[in-house]
Structure formats: structure tokens, C-alpha cells
């Protein structure tokens, strides 16, 4: 299981760290994402960190204001997003990839949180 937490309502310009933390054996091995559905939308890619932590991309949108992290010794991954804007509203997910490499595709995750809700607005 796949457990995200630290979303809340928050000022444009804001910071706010998410974090996700994964129970069972073997969180070391997979590569992890973040992504976002706001109301309306498709699930959009976020961020993506690799099992080791050398590999990290992120969303153009995102480039620059946010962060992934993680911690495999407490199968923890994080998502610090700085420098908010309305239009980060979501509900973040964390998810986990079984593919060879890290991806931006929905459909290359095969475990999935329940999601936090991020909203951001004045």
C-alpha cells in the first residue's frame, strides 16, 4: 500500500511538502512517481525518482518550484512544491512503476495511493 499525506488549503506563493509511504517488502526496487488530477482533468505526470535517487524528472510545469525526494531505509518518498500557483490544485497521487526506467505514463504505474488533496487559492 501506497499512503500519501500532507495536502491542505494554502496561499498562492506558498510551500508544502507531500509525502507517500509504502508498506510492505521491496519499496527499494521501484521507481516512483508523482502525479496530479485536478477536477475535470486526465491524471497528469508530476514527477518521476528513480530506486536509486540519481534519476529525477520532472513536469515542465513544475521545473524549478518543486522537488522529489526519498528515503528507501523508510520506504518514504517526498514531493516538496515550492512557489504555488492556483493551478496546482489537485489531488496528488504517489505511484509505483514496475517498468525498467523511470516514466511520465499513467499506465507504466502499477500501485497507486489514495491520493491527498492539494488546493491552493487566496
Known amino acids: 500500500d501506497l499512503v500519501e499525506s500532507g495536502g491542505r488549503l494554502v496561499q498562492p506563493g506558498s510551500s508544502l511538502s507531500l509525502s507517500c509511504v509504502a508498506s510492505?517488502?521491496?519499496?527499494?526496487?521501484?521507481?516512483m512517481g508523482w502525479f496530479r488530477q485536478a477536477p475535470g482533468k486526465e491524471r497528469e505526470f508530476v514527477a518521476s525518482?528513480?530506486?536509486?535517487?540519481?534519476?529525477?524528472d520532472y513536469a515542465d510545469s513544475v521545473k524549478g518550484r518543486f522537488t522529489t525526494s526519498r528515503d528507501n531505509s523508510k520506504n518514504t518518498v517526498r514531493l516538496q512544491m515550492n512557489g504555488l500557483k492556483p493551478e496546482d490544485t489537485a489531488v496528488y497521487y504517489c505511484?509505483?512503476?514496475?517498468?525498467?526506467?523511470?516514466?511520465?505514463?499513467?499506465?507504466?504505474?502499477?500501485?497507486w495511493g489514495q491520493g491527498t488533496q492539494v488546493t491552493v487559492s487566496s
Open positions: 505511484a509505483a512503476s514496475g517498468s525498467v526506467a523511470p516514466d511520465t505514463r499513467v499506465n507504466q504505474y502499477i500501485y
Open positions: 525518482i528513480s530506486w536509486s535517487g540519481v534519476r529525477i
Open positions: 510492505g517488502e521491496g519499496f527499494g526496487q521501484y521507481h
